[in-house]
């Protein structure tokens, strides 16, 4: 297996629609999935800066960040590659370029993420609301 992390560009971008669409349905089980969509990805990565997985030069994961607040907003791994190591390279690698401290959201609801992140050293800072649900703000020092 070859994997290596590179820069988004264009030709990424179906792969990760389509990868982001199948993990959200896949992990975000109290939500109505009938409302996700393709274009979802593109919304949600706007202006970003991102990371892709490549396995094999086929995109697997991707970690997408905002670098004025080095704010971790996206990770998300092809559903059948979870528990390879994917995610903690490409949040290694974004950490790498951020900088600390930086912070995220993580959806209460979403158990293994927030096991992940935890096991990352991630610490949770605070609480809100979003329209997904309670999520949780969480701190990397």
């Known amino acids: 297996m070859s994997r290596l992390l590179v820069e988004y560009a264009a030709h990424h971008a179906e ?3 389509q990868l982001y669409l199948r993990a959200r349905q896949q992990a975000f089980t109290w939500l109505d999935s009938t409302q996700f969509a393709l274009a979802d990805f593109d919304a949600a990565t706007q202006g970003e800066t991102i990371l892709v997985a490549l396995d094999q030069e086929k995109p697997v994961g991707f970690v997408a960040w905002w670098p ?5 907003h996206s990770l998300f791994v092809a559903p059948e590659q979870a528990g390879q190591g994917i995610g903690k390279a490409l949040l290694q690698a974004c950490l790498a370029r951020v900088g600390r401290p930086a912070t995220l959201k ?5 158990d293994p993420a927030l096991r992940f992140y935890e096991r990352q050293g991630w610490v949770i800072t605070e609480a809100g609301d979003s329209a997904e649900g309670p999520y949780f703000l969480l701190a990397l020092q």
Do not use: I, S, Y
């Open 15 to 17: 792969p990760l629609r």
């Open 68 to 72: 004025p607040d080095n704010f971790v």
């Open 106 to 110: 993580c959806l209460q609801a979403n």
